[in-house]
Every structure is written in structure tokens, then in C-alpha cells.
């Protein structure tokens, strides 16, 4: 028997008031897979991945992430999944060692060597503003 998908969805469905953003989507990705989420405005990527990661929940269907349906997902979870949404807003002047500062306190595994690494080689670089 092959091991559980990283991720699965079976029939998944959403809607917003009148907007079917989801229907019936199925798919499969192993672990160790390049997935590529490709279609026009409103397709229903971002709706897909906010139900993958437990910020949506289904109208319909099921999502499994990791071997657990997505909306049982825990903050313990996260630690193996990675999650950009394409809004994301960074804080505004900050320096690259500033925005470690920033960033440390929200992983718990925090790799302290390659932080010193990363800070020495861009260490007078700002990040970029809007």
C-alpha cells in the first residue's frame, strides 16, 4: 500500500453568497510533489489553498493535509507546512536582522546558525517598500 498523499481533496465545493468558487474538485499530491495552481482571476486557487490550510472551511467535500482533514489542523502542524498568501504585507523599513527580530518569535525551531549566516551576507540590505 502507498503512503497517504500530502495532500488530497475528494468532491471539494465552497461558495460565497451567489459564487461557486469551488466544485467538486479532486486531486492528489505526493509527498515530495511540485504542485502548480494555474487558472484565471476567480478560478478558485486561493480559495483552494485557504481551505488546504484551515483558514476557509469546505461547503462541501473533504481536504487532507498531511494526513489529517484540514480543518482539524493545528498550530503543531504548521511547522511542516509553508503558506504565503498572495497579500501578504511585510513591515515597512525594516532592515533584514530587523525583520529576523521579527520573524523568530513565530517559529519555535528556529535555525539560529543559518540566521547568522543570512544576517552577515545581507546585513546593511532594506527590505523594499510598497
Given at each position: 500500500m502507498s503512503p497517504e498523499p500530502a495532500i488530497e481533496t475528494r468532491d471539494l465545493g465552497r461558495r460565497f453568497l451567489r459564487h461557486q468558487a469551488l466544485s467538486h474538485v479532486s486531486l492528489s499530491a505526493p509527498h515530495g510533489a511540485a504542485l502548480a495552481l494555474i487558472g484565471a482571476n476567480g478560478a478558485g486557487k486561493s480559495t483552494l489553498m485557504r481551505i488546504l490550510v484551515n483558514i476557509l472551511r469546505p461547503g462541501s467535500g473533504?481536504?487532507?493535509?498531511?494526513?489529517?482533514?484540514?480543518?482539524?489542523?493545528?498550530?503543531?502542524?504548521?511547522?511542516?507546512?509553508?503558506?504565503?498568501?498572495e497579500n501578504q504585507k511585510l513591515p515597512e523599513g525594516l532592515t533584514v536582522s530587523d525583520y529576523f527580530d521579527y520573524l523568530r518569535r513565530l517559529y519555535p525551531d528556529w535555525d539560529g546558525h543559518l540566521e547568522?549566516?543570512?544576517?552577515?551576507?545581507?546585513?546593511?540590505?532594506k527590505l523594499p517598500t510598497a
Open positions: 473533504s481536504a487532507r493535509v498531511l494526513g489529517k482533514d484540514s480543518r482539524e489542523l493545528v498550530a503543531a502542524d504548521f511547522h511542516r507546512i509553508g503558506y504565503l498568501a547568522t549566516a543570512l544576517r552577515k551576507q545581507f546585513e546593511d540590505y
